[in-house]
């Protein structure tokens, strides 16, 4: 053990006892006088390099004093917010999905240990209380973790082909006529907007021209006095096609406070001129319709007939030099 001159004479005895076995001399640095075993072990330490047996030993010792961190306790909540047994029962409730699953455990055949048809059922929406059942039907699903490249792409816009690479849930929707329940407490209108001209949204439209983009907006206000929960379903004026994400058509689902007002923007053009209806956005409560906007007949044009004087915009859009300078 590498030791300073003036403590070789002191620990020659101990040294020579320990040649075989160096982790049994730190453990008898303790007999000694504590300020010479600090010492000592202070003078190991810078020849610790060179051995790396003493280092080893010096590790596997504990300290005598340990400083802990702060206690915690930990309880079992059992179920997620429940903190009794009598509200067990009510985590999961009877419905179509865990019939669905049944008949699949019931009927289900297995072959080298696994079932030969996965489980998928379209009742799992019925099952969404709690999530304790949430968790579950998720879990019993055969859904894969990540979606699969599905092959998809769309007909004309006016379809779909979805050519599905794993197991998956489709969700769609349906337009159907239904019958009308006009309110007064739900107001909805319709206007277009030059995209070009954004800043200036109160100048109205008369005529669109060909191959220039324009901003349709649905504006819905909410006059009652409490909140409303409803459905907008929205689409292009027809001969027009969408500019971006915005799409032929679409329902929007919303949820709108008392006295407020919220606004839907889609984008547009028209290939080719001519006169074009546009069907109004309307509003729908549990599949009636409560509130519409009027519909429009949009006259599509090449070039302007009518200019706006008061409009700078659209004077300089004729290139005429006489009416943009008078």
């Given at each position: ?45 810078m020849d610790s390099n060179s051995d790396p047996f003493l280092e080893q030993a010096r590790r596997a010792q504990r300290p005598a004093l340990e400083e802990f961190g702060e206690t915690k306790e930990y309880a079992e909540t059992h179920y997620f917010g429940v903190t ?243």
């Amino acid at each position: 053990i590498g030791m300073a001159p003036s403590y070789q004479p002191a620990l020659q005895a101990l040294n020579e006892e320990c040649e075989e076995a160096p982790a049994e001399c730190l453990r008898n640095y303790a007999n000694f006088d504590m300020e010479f075993a600090n010492k000592a072990c202070e003078m190991d330490r810078m020849d610790s390099n060179s051995d790396p047996f003493l280092e080893q030993a010096r590790r596997a010792q504990r300290p005598a004093l340990e400083e802990f961190g702060e206690t915690k306790e930990y309880a079992e909540t059992h179920y997620f917010g429940v903190t009794t047994g009598k509200h067990w029962k009510d985590q999961v409730s009877d419905s179509e999905f865990w019939a669905d699953f049944a008949d699949y455990a019931a009927t289900v055949e297995y072959k080298e240990g696994k079932p030969v048809k996965q489980f998928l059922s379209y009742n799992f929406t019925s099952s969404w209380k709690k999530l304790t059942e949430i968790a579950g039907t998720l879990a019993l699903l055969d859904l894969p973790y990540y979606s699969a490249d599905h092959g998809f792409r769309t007909l004309e816009g006016r379809s779909v082909e979805l050519k599905a690479a794993s197991n998956c849930i489709i969700f769609k929707k349906e337009i159907k006529e239904s019958k009308g329940d006009m309110r007064t407490n739900i107001l909805v209108a319709q206007r277009y907007v030059d995209w070009e001209s954004r800043g200036d949204e109160d100048t109205q439209i008369e005529e669109f021209l060909v191959n220039h983009i324009y901003t349709g907006q649905v504006i819905i206000t909410n006059i009652s006095s409490h909140q409303l929960e409803f459905d907008v379903l929205v689409q292009i004026p027809q001969g027009s096609l969408p500019i971006g994400p915005s799409p032929y058509q679409k329902s929007h689902s919303l949820n709108l406070s008392s006295y407020s007002t919220t606004k839907i923007e889609y984008y547009f053009y028209f290939p080719e001129q001519g006169k074009f209806m546009h069907f109004p956005a309307n509003v729908s409560i549990n599949s009636a319709v409560v509130a519409k906007a009027n519909s429009s007949l949009l006259t599509v044009l090449k070039a302007r007939t009518k200019i706006s004087e008061e409009n700078f915009r659209e004077v300089l859009q004729t290139g005429n030099q006489d009416r943009i300078l008078n």
